[in-house]
């Protein structure tokens, strides 16, 4: 089998690093060899990007951020996803593009015109590399929220408050109609158990397809 690369998006507080490592470990319980790695994030300059991104002290307008991201994201392509991949590997990354195209694209108002030049830059950043398979852990803001609270998380975006989490979630959603083969919608609100069986059915049925 040829490498798989399988992205999780969404809002924060629906549980994605949680479901990668979930997904991971079922994975390799059957023989496959994984991959798991996130965004921004995966090589040493990307982690620094991801400190200054995610800084909520530092003043950083929505290009500067989008050109930030994009630029640890053709180190981590190069350097982390595509060798994997190439070596026949299952790739499970914590974000990728969508979250570009969400965050610094349609959660902002950016105009259509303007979408097609970030979609244009996110291609040039990853060399034309894409998800086979994209899993959007959804939930109600609010329910998302409350858990982003008990865990104390606090970035730039979490600060923009409920009503740019709804313009996030409009956001995914609107991926998911746009690309219905690549973008599944799973329901983040269940437990843990209950969310890792939806990605379990996903992550076979996209094997099973490739066999």
């Known amino acids: 089998m040829n490498g798989k690369f399988i992205t999780f998006e969404?809002?924060?507080?629906?549980?994605?690093?949680?479901q990668v490592q979930l997904a991971a470990?079922?994975?390799?319980e059957r023989g496959y060899e994984v991959v798991t790695t996130r965004e921004p994030g995966g090589t040493v300059l990307a982690e620094k990007v991801r400190e200054l991104v995610l800084d909520p002290a530092l003043p950083?307008?929505?290009?500067?951020?989008?050109?930030?991201?994009?630029?640890?994201?053709?180190?981590?392509?190069?350097?982390?996803?595509?060798?994997a991949l190439n070596a026949g590997k299952i790739v499970l990354c914590?974000?990728?593009?969508?979250?570009?195209?969400?965050?610094?694209?349609?959660a902002v108002g950016k105009a259509w015109v303007e979408l097609e030049g970030l979609l244009r830059l996110c291609c040039?950043?990853?060399?034309?590399?894409?998800?086979?398979?994209?899993?959007?852990l959804d939930g109600r803001p609010e329910v998302l929220a409350q858990r982003r609270e008990q865990r104390g998380v606090t970035d730039r975006y979490e600060e923009q408050g409920l009503d740019?989490?709804?313009?996030?979630?409009?956001?995914?959603l609107t991926l998911a109609q746009a690309e219905p083969d690549r973008v599944k919608v799973l329901?983040?609100?269940?437990?843990?158990e209950t969310v890792a069986q939806?990605?379990?059915?996903?992550?076979?049925?996209?094997?099973?397809e490739a066999e």
Not at 25 to 28: G, Y
Not at 124 to 135: I, K, M, Q, R
Not at 187 to 192: L, R
Request: no cysteine; aromatic share 8%; proline share 2%.
């Open 10 to 18: 969404g809002a924060d507080g629906g549980g994605k690093s949680t």
């Open 25 to 28: 470990t079922w994975l390799r």
């Open 60 to 83: 950083l307008n929505t290009t500067s951020q989008t050109l930030l991201y994009l630029a640890a994201r053709s180190e981590h392509v190069e350097k982390v996803i595509k060798p």
């Open 94 to 106: 914590d974000r990728f593009s969508d979250s570009t195209l969400v965050y610094q694209g349609l």
């Open 124 to 136: 040039f950043a990853t060399a034309g590399l894409g998800p086979d398979l994209t899993l959007v």
């Open 164 to 172: 740019f989490q709804r313009r996030l979630r409009n956001g995914f």
């Open 187 to 192: 329901n983040a609100e269940g437990s843990v």
């Open 198 to 208: 939806s990605v379990q059915k996903a992550l076979a049925k996209l094997l099973q």
